[in-house]
């Protein structure tokens, strides 16, 4: 009888569970359909291995075409670049057409027997990509030039993907000054009144940089990867985890009712069981008939045949006397 009390409440649990995580195959994996709204053309696609940290979407992104970027393909973007990966077929690169290497299909680059790809790398909000010099490797690579972003607003960080959320000047739009990620703008001095040079930004702690577009603890080669979680996710977040807790809180007071009502019940089955064979006498007092019987025929106490037949001679012998 106790399983009979346990079964339906993880029955119940698991029926939960599936409708809070989606359908369950029968390998034990839940099937998670990919659920990024891809704009501009962008397709979702699932994946496990995709370099995707930044957009609390782990095992899914959206697959943007050319010209396209962003976590749902929502921004327009430049992608930066060439590299050689080593042998691959070169049918998909147009004769006449120059890569930004210099080299065009037929030359150096198709001789070696090579693929040319392009960088996993882009440019948001409309920013070119151009060569630059990095100052640590003195090498040149490609960088994005945010103060040529043809979107409107000012934008700062490696893709420029960061959004002024306040301005230097004035408060007013303009691309030279400002500040990201919730930094604030330096007090302005007489030196640099009337110019359009940056006056720098105070930065939260998490952030550094002239625009305070980069995160503390990357390097430069992950640092175009930093993207402010937007707050709806946030509150999705929070949300979730209150709905989880209180699920949970549901689940255990369900199992301590259940388990609750199989003791009693338990309880009562046996205190039946240890009254089935009482009586009770007219006057309302319970009496064990079989108790008093042995109690009767042990001589302690009469039994009621005893006691009838005393009854019976005693009226016999007064009649006898009168």
């Given at each position: ?184 703008c330096k007090a302005k001095n007489d030196a ?54 209180i699920l949970a809180g549901v689940v255990m ?52 045949q005893q006691e009838e037949a005393s009854s ?11």
């Amino acid at each position: 009888m106790k399983a009979l009390c346990v079964i339906p409440i993880f029955a119940w649990i698991a029926s939960a569970e599936i409708a809070i995580g989606g359908d369950r195959s029968l390998d034990g994996d839940i099937d998670r359909p990919c659920s990024l709204i891809c704009l501009n053309g962008g397709s979702c696609q699932l994946s496990t291995d995709a370099e995707v940290a930044q957009l609390g979407h782990p095992s899914q992104y959206c697959a943007c075409p050319t010209g396209y970027g962003g976590i749902t393909c929502e921004y327009i973007a430049e992608q930066c670049g060439f590299y050689e990966t080593g042998l691959a077929d070169l049918s998909d690169i147009h004769e006449d057409e120059p890569h930004s290497d210099g080299a065009a299909d037929g030359g150096a680059a198709a001789q070696i027997d090579t693929e040319l790809i392009a960088e996993e790398k882009f440019c948001l909000h409309g920013a070119p990509c151009k060569m630059t010099v990095d100052a640590a490797t003195q090498k040149q690579i490609h960088a994005c030039d945010c103060s040529q972003a043809i979107e409107a607003g000012a934008y700062a960080g490696e893709a420029c993907q960061h959004k002024a959320t306040s301005y230097c000047r004035d408060g007013k739009v303009q691309r030279s000054s400002f500040c990201v990620n919730g930094g604030t703008c330096k007090a302005k001095n007489d030196a640099d009144s009337g110019t359009d040079g940056h006056i720098g930004c105070d930065c939260p702690s998490a952030f550094e940089g002239d625009f305070c577009e980069y995160e503390k603890g990357l390097n430069m080669t992950h640092r175009y990867e930093v993207m402010q979680r937007p707050k709806s996710e946030v509150a999705s977040i929070i949300l979730g985890s209150v709905l989880i807790a209180i699920l949970a809180g549901v689940v255990m007071a369900t199992l301590y009712v259940s388990f609750d009502g199989c003791r009693e019940r338990r309880k009562n089955r046996s205190s039946d069981a240890s009254t089935a064979d009482l009586a009770l006498d007219p006057d309302g007092e319970t009496l064990k008939e079989a108790t008093r019987e042995e109690e009767g025929e042990g001589g302690e106490f009469p039994s009621k045949q005893q006691e009838e037949a005393s009854s019976s001679s005693a009226s016999s012998s007064n009649i006898e006397f009168a």
